[in-house]
Structure formats: structure tokens, C-alpha cells
């Protein structure tokens, strides 16, 4: 069974500073990953994906993600926060011809200034 | 619109009254997801729909939850003889593609029993 951990709810970083969110996935069969964000007052979007092609995935707004087999994970990064990205962002797996998509259950980015 | 469209935004209802939640999913998307999002937690998956194929309702928590899609188009969630435990927000996403990831999701109807 596929199942997803995002470790932090919440991840508090500075204007300037690196972004990272931490996920880790169950699959035993190759994974589909996907990054999604929310931005407040907006509905879920695609950040990113990967589909067993190149394991570096960027992404949109500087975000890129890497897909680590040895460790099963694929963590969210982007060198330098900026204020409009503080948002909540979903990791979420599903499976190669699979159709549902399991997400987890978020982790809230704030950034100060 | 070119969103998925969801209706209404906001529901409050008394325990034990049926509810219906619409999805308009992107035109031309064959691909249809319903999704949960009860507070704090993540994203649970209810069912999907995928062109004239049977759907996958392996999602779905009781069989107190249905759900269908006319024409391979516009979706309807019901849910009968609501219990507080069924407040949430449920999420509509449509997808293009034939299989993976929903990809364009509306902005959800909050669902509040009462």
C-alpha cells in the first residue's frame, strides 16, 4: 500500500533562507510523487512531479523536489524563501498506471520578514 | 469558466439531511476526483472517475457516500443521513491525462454539520 509523511506540520523559515520540506513515501511498486501547494484563499495546485524520468524535478516559482530511492524520499526545496511562498504544501504518491493519488496531510510554510 | 467549478461553497446542514456537492470539471478533462479534507489532516481520496470506465470507489468511507458523473462531464457527490463526522471540505480535480496525478482542483465546498 502507498502512503505518504510529510515530517513537520509547520516550518517557519526567514526571507532569504533555504526552503526545506521534508516527505518520505511507501510504495512497493515505482512511485509516481507529486508536490502540490495551497495558497491561502486558493485551491490546490501542481508544483511539481516525478514520473520516473530525471530523479531532479524543478518545479514552478523555484521549488524543485529529488526523488532519493535509497531513503524513499523526495523532498521540497528552493534556495531562497521569498514572502509569496508561504502557503501549505502537500506531498502526495501514486503508482505507475495507478489512479489514486495519496496525499499527506501537509505542512505549513511560514516565512518572516 | 476555464476552473473546475465547485457548488455550493459553503453547506450547513443538520445531522441526518442528505447533501449534494457539484463538480464542473475542466471541459474536455475525462479524468474526475473527489477528495476529503477534514481540518488539520491531509487529503483523503473518495473516488475517481475515468471517461466511461467503472470508478474507483475504494475511497469512499461508508455507504452512506455515492457519487456519479453524467456524461462523462459534470459530477454529483451525495451524501445521506449526514453525521458531524462528515464535516469537511470535499475537493473536486479533473485531470486531462488517462492516469497519476489530479491536476487542477476547485476550490472545494465546506461542508458543516450541525
Known amino acids: 500500500a502507498q502512503s505518504v509523511t510529510q515530517l513537520g506540520s509547520h516550518v517557519s523559515v526567514s526571507e532569504g533562507a533555504l526552503v526545506l520540506l521534508r516527505c518520505n513515501y511507501s510504495s512497493s511498486v515505482p512511485p509516481y510523487l507529486f508536490w502540490y501547494v495551497q495558497y491561502p484563499n486558493q485551491g490546490l495546485q501542481l508544483l511539481l512531479k516525478?514520473?520516473?524520468?530525471?530523479?531532479l524535478v524543478k518545479g514552478i516559482n523555484g521549488f524543485e523536489a529529488e526523488f532519493k530511492k535509497s531513503e524513499t524520499s523526495f523532498h521540497l526545496t528552493k534556495p531562497s524563501a521569498h514572502m509569496s511562498d508561504a502557503a501549505e504544501y502537500f506531498c502526495?504518491?501514486?503508482?505507475?498506471?495507478?489512479?489514486?493519488?495519496?496525499f499527506g496531510a501537509g505542512t505549513r510554510l511560514f516565512v518572516k520578514a | 469558466g476555464a476552473g473546475v467549478s465547485q457548488s455550493p461553497s459553503n453547506k450547513v446542514t443538520e445531522k441526518g439531511k442528505d447533501v449534494e456537492l457539484r463538480c464542473d470539471p475542466i471541459?474536455?478533462?475525462?479524468?474526475l476526483y473527489w477528495y476529503r479534507q477534514s481540518l488539520g489532516q491531509g487529503l483523503e481520496f473518495l473516488i475517481y472517475f475515468q471517461g466511461n470506465s467503472a470508478p474507483d470507489k475504494s475511497g469512499l468511507p461508508s455507504d452512506r457516500f455515492s457519487a456519479e458523473r453524467t456524461g462523462g462531464s459534470v459530477s454529483t457527490l451525495t451524501i445521506q443521513r449526514t453525521q458531524q463526522e462528515d464535516s469537511a471540505v470535499y475537493l473536486c480535480a479533473s485531470s486531462g491525462g488517462t492516469g497519476g496525478q489530479p491536476q487542477h482542483f476547485g476550490d472545494g465546498t465546506r461542508l458543516s454539520i450541525l
Open positions: 516525478y514520473t520516473s524520468a530525471a530523479t
Open positions: 502526495a504518491v501514486s503508482y505507475t498506471g495507478g489512479f489514486k493519488t495519496i
Open positions: 471541459s474536455g478533462h475525462t479524468a
